[in-house]
């Protein structure tokens, strides 16, 4: 199996903020996490990505146990993710931004040469600069940019990782509906060269891109399917979409 | 186009560098014995502020207790030059080494702490080693009398020795010391390494996901802040011909972090004329008002609100974003 999460719970306190959570996910598929706020969709992802140790429960990638290694050990491994709330470095420029995020997935030969010699990072930078439509921007510092533009360079921080598993949290949150068009566009040019677990609260763009869904509810999944099979589960409906979609 | 503008550019860095060495190599020529110590004391001391710039400026980390691995390497050069072996070279060696081990161990210690609680564990081991070596009466450290007495060997130079009891040969070899170290320095902050600290300094908890160990960065940065400190501070006893506990003090800590804000951090230039200034300022307010360090804290306050990216701020190209 690619990717597997088997029985994951965390509690704070007396809040279970997820409860036996297992699902897995094949490689090469994009696997969309709904439901509604305080569902513990983030802290889902916090547990998968090291920020959280989870109480009990396994994560395994690429047939390796992964369950609470930190974020930077499992960068290297191939998993990155984004965040809902805009991640990025606001006094470095745009392409400083994304070239440290290429630098990061090598281990640390050559730390203290010259950073213009590092010539992979840099081309890596410049193509990943490009198929965001950031490369007029490239020396402009991060934290002038719009709102919808640091989304991109979320997702552009994520992507210069390389991984084989991204983490997309929420990429969309605060984009005009012609920026989540762009999104939707670029994450379907993503499908099938990453593997993709995105939570996300467009219901339009989920069932644009999901090859599968999980609807997580009070910490626990409350459906998995593919998309039509969660459209038409009645409990879904209630929780999530109201009573009519 | 573009690669014109950096040859050109290049050429005016070597260009200014040149002129600013000639200048600082000529200058002792018009100043009087007084004034050439001055110089010396202020250069060894900017490299002292320079390696705080390290941590603060670059990895944004604050630390209040830097005097630790800058007396530590006093302390380690007069050991080295009254009882061991009479070689500056020796001494510096000893001195990077004692302070690095030293920032090592209060680095791995502390580092789990973030800012303000960070700066006061760093504060703790400083005042620690202070009061160690302050109630050392017993020892060749001398407690509070301080180690004095260093002698002040000649430097080997190859096949050249250099006097260093003449102010004006010191006054050189310091300016040399602290030039090769600014470009260590400036080497380290402009490479991938230097790239993880800014990002460090930009927003720490985004760095692990990008596959860095940030703990180990800090702790990395910190180490090769300690032994710079450490290498001014054995300078700093070579020229004295002692090592006491001022060296060590928290007034010390505290003066190197002014003498970084007024300058500009993160810029390790600003730090190094932060020093001149406030080595020169002090000297000259102090032969004529007692209470010298209300003014300069005045200073202080008026920089912080007014340039809050220090001298060097008023000289820097505006953000064309801003």
Redesign the interface.
Known sequence: MFFEVKELCRSFGALQAVHNVSFTLDEGTTLSIIGPNGAGKTTLFNLI??VFQPDSGEVTFKGARVTGM???KL??KGI??S?QIT??????SVF?NI???C???KA?R??????SK?KEPIEEAEKILDLLGLLDLRD??AG?LSHGDQRYLEIG??L??KPSLVLFDEPTAGMTPMETKATIALINKLKGMVTIILIEHDINMVFAVSDRIIVMDQGSVLAEGLPQEVKANEAVKTAYFGEEI | MGKLNSGSNITRVILFHAVVLAVLAILPLFLSTYHQKLAVEAIILSVFAMSLDLVMGYAGIATFGHAAFFGIGGYAMGVMLKFLFPSIWLGLILAGFCSAVLALFVGVVSIRAKGIYFAILTLAFAEVVYRIIFHSYNTPLGGSDGLVGVPTPMLGLGPFEINLKSTTNFYWVAVAFAYLSYLVCK??V???????L??I???E??V???????KWSKVTAFVIAGAFAGFSGAMFTAFKSYADTEQLSFLLSGKVIVMDLIGGIGTLIGPMIGAVVITVFESIISTHFAAHNIIIGAIFVAVVIFMPKGFLGLFAKK?R??
């Not at chain 1, 991640?87 to 470095?92: E, K, P, T």
């Not at chain 1, 050559?110 to 950073?115: A, I, W, Y």
Request: aromatic share 10%; with cysteine; proline share 6%.
């Open positions: 990505t090291g930190p974020p930077d960068c290297h990155a993710r965040f991640n990025i470095f606001q006094g470095l400083e070239r440290l995020a630098q990061g997935r640390t050559r730390m203290f040469s010259h950073v590092l402009t510092r002038t921080m994520t210069a990782a | 080497l380290i402009s490479s991938p390494f230097g790239s993880i800014s990002g300094r930009e927003n908890n985004r692990p996901f990008l596959g860095f160990n940030v953000d974003n801003e």
